[in-house]
């Protein structure tokens, strides 16, 4: 276990009058696989560069194995960054660029060499070592980085979303690689995202920012089923929302009234009668009543159109001007006849009510 | 050439085609082959052809004196002895003018015998003027690059956006006073009694002559052709993905290895073409050692290559010299790609 910990404290980012990122206490801990997600401008990438030194907090402190960083530059921390355009060094053959933070330690070019091929071994790119960056693939050159960021034995690897610019096959095949080499090495791997699929699969934990502030850290689980914001449970996955007020308190559940009716709801977050709020049911909890019986949470709807996604088909239906989506596993004859108008169901618990808020842009 | 024609036409790529063929042979290679015809055979302006024009010199006089003669005759009344005199007149004048034309076609089309003798009569003097300029010349490439590197790698890396295009400016509005101007201006600064030994004199130090020791030149060069460096330097630098700095920096690269190992490479083209540039502007510069030496200093070696041209009036050693110079200039091209391991291609991206 070689990872160390990052810890954040009230650290905050000042671009002029512009705040980057607002007072913030953040810990990643040792060896984990650390995600940070949010749209693009949120502050994800400054948090990288605090972590990495290339940018020094306006205030606060940033510790790594509870080493104070404040002063100590990039090439003194025992941290490697991989960009999102890799920044391989075109001129220099694949080993080279491996061997470069080496080099920089002073290597004899043999052990260096030799070290290269090791780490060149471990992504399976050993014959293409002689070759330049640009003759490779996008894949090869993906894995050329990450062989060049852990030449360097790092506590803590940083990560730019350094997927987005392969194709979706080989994107999910280097997830899977990724995570792959966060276990067998045990750094601890801080990754920035905007791609809330790609932080769910490979992380154990997930930072969800908007705007310099992290709203939520949690597990990508409770992220996903118990999201804090409004906000939050709109970026990270899918969610049909209907706008409305509580109208009873019944223990750890709501009853929201809404224009399409009234739905009971869990109520984590304790909101009074009156309240403005915002009823969240994930697509996948949905389902189409059949026969004859009679859930509390119900919605009669007419039939919109019928995505097909491979694994899963996606239905759409129309009450008024609200759209609902189910997801169904492609299974037998799963959502094939649908009839013109239908009713939808969902169950108290698969649901909730959050106090109302923005949402994340669609 | 075909996609010349499918672009813009038969008729527009003749008339392209011929223009530029006109231009490549009558401003190119017409005026060079000519030259290096010149410079292959020895035109002697010894005794010989002193000999020749001063015999037709003389005629001349001869001729006018004749001319007069035959004037003063044929203002005589009318006599028989008048037109006899004037007739013998007549015909002396013409065979005089027949032999002054003789003998300026031979002046003028002398015997021509090819060899390398101007290329060989380079004396002593002569070639330590040469070594010394192309030395000069790649002192001032050198000092220029130095200058250059850090100003261009700034510009292009360092600088906030908004503050790049006013420091080209400040870069650029120097040179859009005439050249003459700007050497004039370091002319009286380092003239013996000039800005910088006024200076120099409050301190109490006797006057430096800047001028006479050559330093002058150099400095006024080095001010003169430095832009030509740093252009080429900036745009290349400028390309330069500056993701590609920060992991070096982040791999553990101190300053000085992150220039070496990523910027240097990079930048290569674009330091090849401004070393070429100033070195050939600094070896062929003629305005700014004319300017500078003013026979106080010696002199650069374009001043003996006009020398050669417009006092001596021998174009022919004047082209051996000129070629020898393009030969030098041309050989330090090919050193410095091979030594920068950039090919031409490189060089015309």
Known sequence: MRGKDVVLQNVSVMFGDFTAVHPTD?????????????????????????????????????LIGDEDMAGVGPHKRPTALIFQNLALFPLMPVWENVAFGLEMRDWPKDKRRDRAYELLDLVALRDQAKKLPADLSGGQRQRVAVARALAVEPS???????????????????????????????????????????????????????????????TTDRVYDDPATPFVASFVGENNIIRGEIERRDGGYGVIATAHGSFRARNPRGLGVGAKAMLFVRPEKMRIVTGSEAPENRVRVSFLRRDLEGPFVNLFFQKDDLVFAIHLT????????????????????????????????? | ???????????????ILLLSGVWILGMIVAPQLIMVEKSFWYMDLGSDAVTLSNRINNLYNDVDLLRFDKADAEALPASPERDGKIAELGARIEAQVAEIEKLESQEIAPKKVYSLRNYTIMGTAHFMIFIKTILASLAVTVIAFVVCYPIAYA???????????????????PYSINELLRIFAWLMILNYNGVANFFIGLMGIDPVPFLESGTGVFVAMVYAYILFMVFPIYNTVETLDTNQIEAARDLGAPAWKIHWRIVLPHAKPGIAVGAIMTFMLSAGSYAVPYIMTRGIAPPWFTQLIYNKFFESANWNTGAAYAFTLLIACIAFIFVLMRLFRVGIKEIAR
């Open chain 1, 330 to 362: 492609n299974a037998g004859e799963a959502g094939r006849e649908v009839p013109e108008t239908l009713e939808i169901a969902f169950e108290p618990d698969d649901s909730m009510v959050m106090e109302a808020g923005e949402l994340a842009d669609e």
């Open chain 1, 26 to 62: 953040l810990q990643i801990n040792a060896s984990e696989f650390f995600s940070i997600l949010g749209p693009s401008g949120c502050g994800k990438t400054t948090m990288l560069r605090l972590v990495s030194g290339f940018l020094e907090p306006s205030s606060g402190r940033v």
């Open chain 2, 1 to 15: 050439m075909n996609s010349l024609l499918r672009s813009f036409g038969p008729l527009l790529t003749a008339v």
């Open chain 2, 155 to 173: 510009v292009a890396k360092l600088a906030p956006p908004g503050k790049v295009a006013i420091i080209m400016l400040g870069l650029i509005v």
């Open chain 1, 156 to 218: 803590v690897l940083l990560l730019d979303e350094p997927l987005s610019a392969l194709d979706l096959k080989l994107r999910q095949h280097m997830r899977a690689e990724l995570k792959d080499i966060q276990r067998k090495t045990g750094i601890t791997f801080v990754y920035i995202t905007h791609d809330q699929g790609e932080a769910l699969a490979m992380s154990d934990r997930i930072a969800v920012m908007k705007d310099g502030v992290i709203l939520q850290v949690d």
